[in-house]
């Protein structure tokens, strides 16, 4: 009896280590989607700290026009691709099994190639496709892509089903006195429905989650969520939480629908038309799950009609996550007008588009690539009788070096480059004696971030070496050179872009290089946090709204300026994204007593001080920082 009982107990205990490694796995894939959804009904901005529940975000993603259209785009791209893809390749597929067997070994092959394929390659041939045949990117250039990219993976799903029908099971179809489109779709599908359901989820699949593809074929203004995201993850915005929980939720409620839908039909249906009611209810639950967004779309985008400039369209190029939270609805409701915003990087991504002769009405470069856009005669001259804030503005954004007067540029935000620092791990007694020297003091070997840009990087070198951040001089920028090789090499600093703001904010270093922005929200996350302008001098720099030489809405560019440099909207600007605001009331305010950023230096830029300076653009030695720039990230590489 005792022996039976081990037996029994051993049998239970069978592959302990299996079911250990079977939770751990479940654990792994789906605590950070629980952990998402849960933050996504944080009420603060912290992505890590919950401050209590709160629907703000999902509000936010409602109000959102650029989001709600986003989310459209997805599904709507996904659905159709998904549609015509799975049509094309099931057909494609049949089409092959009865042809040769050297060309249909070939055909696949070649249906491999693409999936086989970089994405990045894959991406820059579809848009090079688009722009040698004039064909304007937007939403019919993703579906065009989507649609090419997901028919190989329905060929590859509906070909092994149909390599398992009988050969002849179409002629004895058509023996018994069925037409060829009756033995195509009573004979033959049914047979395959199970590979063709296989292929269109995959499908819809990559649809969904694809970014690079999409990312390189769309224009004017269209994104889909990857894309949105993307920019999103630039700043700090829970509402990445909201939208991505939403996405969880309509693709939670299609697969189950996918499910539950053949088990139920099967108890109501005779057996023969199962297979085709099982490729009927997930389009069904994709169209419905289309619908409810649409309807979220225009729940979201009701505009009053005898606006000013009701009809009209607004394209702006901003930079990623540097809008404030109820501006865009706010200036559409008010003026009836549409406003499409793209995000760019960098601002000579920005450049090339404008360059390419792309056009929007308002972009948002920095001081010295307002300099550069000038000399190309890249922008138009300020209406000055059309705007009404140079008289809000601070005077230290006003006449300065790269726009005398003003002429083509109002500040949009600004600020300085400096140190954010853990004050429980950094001596100010150290950041005082050193400076920027600091990133050489090996007490904090291991403790430190880089910021990954070139500019900023060489302009820290050249002021800890006691240099201008705007020589010409190639010994100095060579000087400057080794002196980031000897840091990376004896430091062992990471290399990070805004990925710095969230985890400053958790105190995962002792130093980074920082702006002024995102150093005003990480001290106002995390008390411990420092900033610090050295004595050698830093960047003071200005982000500026500009409007192009080929803008097709001139005056309500001028309206927007206007808009948003207004004080409700310049508070709410500054007040969520952390830059400085150009406006000089808001910029009292919460900077002030009672102000969101009391006691917060970072939030006050340096002004008047003789050794902080703008940059001014030198293409020649862009280019040889650019050079020595990427040096020095090999050689953290290799250090590392």
């Known amino acids: 009896m005792q022996a039976e009982r081990r037996h029994n107990l051993m049998k239970k205990n069978k592959h302990p280590f299996g079911k250990i490694l079977l939770i751990l796995t479940i654990v792994f894939f789906y ?9 996504s009904f944080n009420d603060g901005k912290s ?39 799975t049509i094309i390749g099931t057909i494609t597929a049949i089409g092959l099994s009865k042809s040769k067997k050297i060309i249909r070994d070939l055909m696949e092959q070649v249906n491999n190639l693409p999936m086989m394929n970089p994405e990045i390659v894959t991406a820059i041939g579809f848009m090079l496709l688009f722009i040698t045949f004039k064909i304007e990117k937007g939403y019919v250039t993703m579906l065009l892509a989507h649609i090419a990219f997901c028919i190989p993976y329905v060929i590859l799903s509906v070909m092994p089903k149909i390599r398992s029908l009988d050969p002849n099971i179409a002629d004895a179809a058509m023996d018994l006195g069925a037409t060829p489109w009756q033995a195509l779709t009573k004979a033959i599908v049914p047979q395959i429905t199970p590979g063709i359901i296989s292929g269109a989820l995959i499908a819809f699949t990559m649809s969904i989650d694809d970014f690079i593809i999409s990312y390189f074929v769309t224009g004017r203004g269209v994104k889909n969520l990857s894309i949105v995201v993307y920019t999103m993850s630039k700043r700090v915005n829970p509402s990445i939480n909201a939208v991505s929980t939403l996405v969880v939720v309509i693709i939670t409620i299609a697969l189950v629908i996918i499910n539950i839908a053949p088990v139920v039909a099967s108890k109501r249906a005779k057996k023969e038309n199962v297979g085709r009611r099982k490729f009927v209810y997930p389009a069904t639950a994709a169209v419905c799950a289309l619908l409810a967004i649409v309807v979220f779309v225009n729940i979201s985008g009701n505009k009053a009609a005898s606006k000013p400039f009701e009809g009209q369209t607004l394209h702006i190029y901003n930079w990623g996550e540097y809008t404030g939270e109820n501006i865009i609805n706010d200036f559409q409701k008010e003026t009836g007008a549409t406003v499409v915003m793209e995000n760019f990087d960098s601002n000579e991504q920005m450049y090339i588009k404008v360059a390419n002769g792309e056009s929007y009405d308002i972009l948002v470069p920095s001081d010295y690539m307002i300099q550069r856009l000038i000399g190309k005669g890249y922008l138009q001259k300020l209406d000055h009788s059309k705007l009404d804030c140079l008289d809000k503005l601070d005077d230290g954004v006003k006449n300065l070096a790269y726009d005398p007067g003003n002429e083509y540029s109002i500040p949009y935000f600004w600020g300085t480059v400096g140190i954010i620092y853990d004050k429980t791990k950094v001596d100010i007694e150290d950041l005082k004696k050193e400076g920027y020297n600091i990133f050489l003091d090996e007490k904090y070997k291991g403790d430190i971030y880089l910021y990954d840009s070139e500019r900023d990087s060489f302009m820290m070198a050249l002021k800890a070496l006691g240099y201008s951040m705007n020589t010409e001089n190639e010994a100095e920028l060579q000087e400057a050179y080794q002196w980031l090789v000897e840091c990376v090499q004896t430091m062992k600093p990471e290399i990070v872009t805004d990925e710095v703001i969230d985890n400053m904010a958790q105190g995962r270093k002792a130093l980074a290089l920082c702006y002024s922005g995102d150093a005003a929200y990480i001290m106002a996350e995390n008390e411990n946090m420092g900033y610090y302008l050295p004595e050698s001098g830093t960047n003071l720099w200005y982000d500026s709204m500009v409007i192009p030489a080929n803008a097709k809405n001139v005056e309500l560019a001028h309206e927007f300026i206007n808009f948003v440099t207004s004080y409700d909207y310049a508070y709410d600007n500054s007040s969520y994204v952390g830059y400085t605001s150009p406006n000089q009331e808001v910029l009292d305010v919460l900077s002030g007593e009672g102000g969101d950023y009391e006691g917060i230096n970072a939030y006050l830029p340096r002004v008047g001080y003789p050794k902080d300076e703008v940059f001014v653009f030198n293409d020649d030695t862009r280019k040889v920082i650019g050079n020595l720039w990427s040096k020095v990230k090999i050689a953290a590489s290799n250090a590392n």
């Open 31 to 39: 605590l950070p989607i629980i952990y998402m959804i849960i933050f």
């Open 47 to 85: 992505l890590t700290k919950f401050t209590g529940f709160s629907l703000r975000w999902y509000q936010h993603m409602m109000d959102s026009g650029d989001m709600m259209s986003a989310l459209s785009t997805t599904f709507s791209v996904a659905i159709i691709a998904t549609i015509i893809s």
